[in-house]
């Protein structure tokens, strides 16, 4: 698909918001500023036959596993066709299709693919989003391939959950495999005794946590070993809930968002112990790990490790009353240094409901910054990250893979289905309905400080 200087250059909302078309202006020598590689110009497909890898983007450098998904060749037909084009055909397949398909569109999803989406949301809004269409004989995740398995968890065995680019998977969710987790938990049981055993307060010694961000598998693992699923909206509740049935909790996979959630909640960062799978007691001793309260699985996110204290310094002084967000998945010193920490859905409400002339500094994926940007002119809003940097597996989503799925099912055809095994399923619902029931206190979204 190639796109002149001149379609990029419009000032209209759709495109202030197009990380895409930001990227390609750089590139160009048409716009200052810098992007993390020059290949997020190209087009997803000529990735698809390459080295199995992320892609550009945050999460080139992480080390993807063998045998990870690969997406076939996507027809040419799509990766030749104009961007007018392709949305036409996404908009007459959709009109074809009418409810026998529901899109669903991830927050870090490129503007060109949201434009489509009948919803929008983080990972487990999506999810649930999907239920009120139990008529869809279709669910097109745009996101990545935990959230369409998790989608596959909570709809019904007719429908058939789509991901439209079979690499959109997820560095983090990689980072802790079961195999490893299982590995970890022998290792423990060598520490703690019977993981089953309870003590006078009826605790047994550790309750697995896993973040959504993970894939079904572990989500099994969890549901099999009495713990539960959390979100960055209620991890808080979620560490009360485990507490008061274990004596500690293994977080996992992402250790900054179990770091920031229960040093908020009190526990001394001494027992939060990191837990490294490639060492022997992932890197601790046993009398470490007995004093545990929180041990903390050796996994992150590339899009919020990039954002630095330093970030937020100069945008203090580059913008005084600037109003710092960030979220939780990014390291201790950033959520210590920012304003305020929240998930995505906090991130949008916040803006939403400060008055107008705010500006804010954002510390998440670019996707969803710049089209707040976009969408609330009233404010400044900035990514804290001034390179142009986003998921590298979100962004192998494209309208041409979109285009496709949706003529393949108006020609009657499932590509890309995303299923979970049935002995992985049932234990993984069961950690998903604990979390369900765990719920936070109702709270209206509340402004940043003094915004």
């Not at 927050?107 to 999506?126: K, P, T, W």
């Not at 307060?201 to 572990?218: C, K």
């Not at 070993?225 to 979620?238: E, F, L, P, R």
């Not at 009398?287 to 490790?305: M, T, Y």
Request: proline share 7%; hydrophobic share 45%; charged share 20%.
């Amino acid at each position: 698909m190639t796109i002149s200087i001149d379609d990029l250059q419009t000032d209209d909302t759709r495109a202030a918001a197009s990380v895409d078309r930001t990227i390609r202006l750089i590139e160009a020598g048409a716009a200052t500023g810098a992007s993390c590689s020059p290949e997020l110009a190209k087009g997803p497909w000529e990735f698809d036959a390459g080295p199995v890898s992320y892609g550009p983007g945050s999460s080139m450098g992480d080390v993807i596993p063998t045998g990870s998904p690969r997406q076939g060749a996507l027809p040419e037909s799509y990766r030749t066709a104009s961007a007018d084009e392709l949305h036409a055909r996404i908009r007459a397949a959709k009109a074809t299709l009418g409810d026998r398909a529901v899109v669903l569109g991830h927050f870090y999803q490129r503007d060109e693919v949201i434009e489509h989406a009948d919803f929008v949301g983080d990972s487990f809004q999506l999810a649930n989003a999907a239920l009120t269409r139990p008529d869809a004989e279709a669910i097109v995740f745009c996101g990545v391939h935990f959230m369409a398995e998790t989608a596959d968890l909570l709809s019904t065995p007719e429908q058939a959950v789509i991901l439209p680019n079979l690499a959109a998977g997820c560095s983090m969710a990689d980072m802790a495999d079961e195999s490893s987790v299982e590995e970890c938990w022998e290792q423990l049981e060598e520490v703690y005794g019977d993981l089953t055993a309870t003590d006078a307060s009826g605790r047994v010694p550790v309750i697995p946590v896993t973040y959504m961000n993970s894939s079904a598998a572990l989500k099994g693992f969890v549901g099999r070993h009495g713990g539960i699923v959390c979100t960055s909206s209620n991890a808080k509740t979620v560490l009360e809930w485990a507490f008061e049935r274990g004596q500690r909790v293994l977080f996992f996979p992402d250790q900054h968002l179990g770091r920031n959630t229960a040093k908020a909640m009190g526990v001394p960062l001494e027992q939060m112990p990191m837990w490294n799978p490639r060492k022997a007691l992932g890197g601790n001793t046993a009398g470490e790990l007995g004093e545990a309260r929180v041990i903390l699985w050796h996994g992150f996110c590339s899009v919020h490790r990039r954002f630095t204290v330093d970030q937020i310094a100069q945008a203090r002084v580059d913008h005084p009353g600037v109003q710092v967000i960030v979220h939780p998945e990014c390291p201790m010193p950033v959520v210590d240094a920012a304003d305020a920490a929240g998930s995505t859905d906090f991130i949008v409400k916040a803006i939403q409901a400060a008055p107008a002339g705010s500006t804010f500094a954002i510390g998440t994926e670019i996707n969803l910054v710049q089209r707040l940007a976009a969408e609330y002119p009233q404010h400044t809003i900035f990514c804290l990250d001034p390179v142009v940097c986003p998921c590298s597996t979100m962004y192998r989503i494209h309208p041409g893979y979109l285009a496709w799925v949706l003529e393949e099912l108006v020609a009657g055809r499932v590509v890309n289905r995303i299923t979970v095994a049935d002995d992985v399923a049932e234990p993984a619902r069961v950690a998903l309905e604990r979390m369900l029931a765990a719920k936070p206190p109702a709270a209206a979204p509340q402004p940043v400080a003094g915004a």
